[in-house]
């Protein structure tokens, strides 16, 4: 019992020091799925990924880094039910034939910018240039200041024949897949982002298409977690008055959407963290299989 609870303490330790110093350097986090397509009865695994540009480390479950972790299967939503230290994150038995829908809402966290160029960076990157006036006129420091960051990533996978329609889940920030990426097999895929469930017009997002190596992702057991990746497309879009965006099928592979929302924290975030600004980062992601 001893060891057991020595064994937890230090993969909970290990797992939490990691994972600050990944999340000092990067923001995004999304799911993605060993494989987008599986069969009725069988397992989906997923990774819980950290990084940026669509390249990142997997992580273990901890149920800490969670307000919600859930998966939607014929149109109900359940808790996923991980375990502390799981990996892939994901371990959840699917019965149905469908599309089925993977999603999170993180718990917040921080970040401290010890140097403006950090920031800097982090806010052109992403086209959030209004945040450099608004500092300004906050009269906020030029360094050493704090930033609360939360994230609401999705995923779309395939369970037998893929049938069925992306929901709005209710995240305050939220992308819809439109078009079944799995059954649509000849459209562009058009996709919405939602803030606080309505549609949020002119608004940048990045799309990143993932092509790896082999095709045969089928093949790879889930202990396979970083297939070599063959090359990454990085494409800038606007949503239209509607909140939507039309993404290009392009020769297959997996798709991440993402977009970040920059906000004055309310008054309960910033006595609790002492944050000056909190990031919200809505993603999805999907594969498209091109015969």
């Given amino acids: 019992m001893i060891y057991r609870k020595l064994k937890i303490f230090l993969l909970v330790a290990s797992f939490a020091a990691t994972t600050l110093m990944t999340l000092a350097n990067a923001h995004e986090m999304w799911i993605e799925p060993i494989r987008f397509s599986v069969k009725p009865g069988e397992k989906i695994y ?22 919600q972790f859930d998966i939607t299967e014929a149109g109900k939503t359940r808790p996923i039910q991980s375990r502390l230290g799981d990996k892939p994150s994901v371990h959840e038995t699917v019965t149905t034939d469908g599309l089925v829908i993977l999603s999170a809402i993180s718990t917040p966290s921080e970040l401290v910018y010890e140097t403006r160029e950090k920031f800097d960076f982090f ?11 608004a500092h300004k006129k906050r009269g906020l420091p030029e360094k050493g200041f704090k930033e609360v960051y939360r994230r609401y990533p999705k995923s779309l996978v395939k369970v037998g024949n893929g049938i069925g329609d992306d929901q709005v889940l209710g995240l305050p920030f939220e992308w819809v897949i439109e078009t079944n990426p ?11 982002l939602l803030w606080q469930g309505k549609p949020l017009a002119n608004y940048y997002v990045s799309v990143f298409n993932k092509i790896y190596e082999t095709k045969d992702l089928e093949a790879k057991s ?20 509607e909140g939507r965006v039309e ?35 809505a993603s999805a992601t999907y594969e498209i299989v091109i015969n």
């Fill in 182 to 192: 799995y059954t649509s097999i000849e459209e562009n895929i058009k996709a919405r």
């Fill in 247 to 281: 993404i290009p099928r392009a020769d297959g592979g997996v798709f991440l959407i993402n977009a970040v929302r920059m906000i004055e924290p309310n008054e309960d975030t910033t006595q609790q963290t002492g944050a000056v600004w909190e990031s919200l980062w």
């Fill in 123 to 133: 806010i052109k990157s992403e086209k959030l240039d209004w945040v450099f006036d």
């Fill in 46 to 67: 997923a990774n819980e990924k950290v990084g940026q540009n669509f390249k990142g480390n997997s992580y273990s479950y901890l149920a800490s880094s969670f307000e």
């Fill in 222 to 241: 889930f202990q396979v977690s970083n297939p070599k990746i063959k090359d990454m497309i990085k494409t800038e879009l606007r949503t239209d008055e």
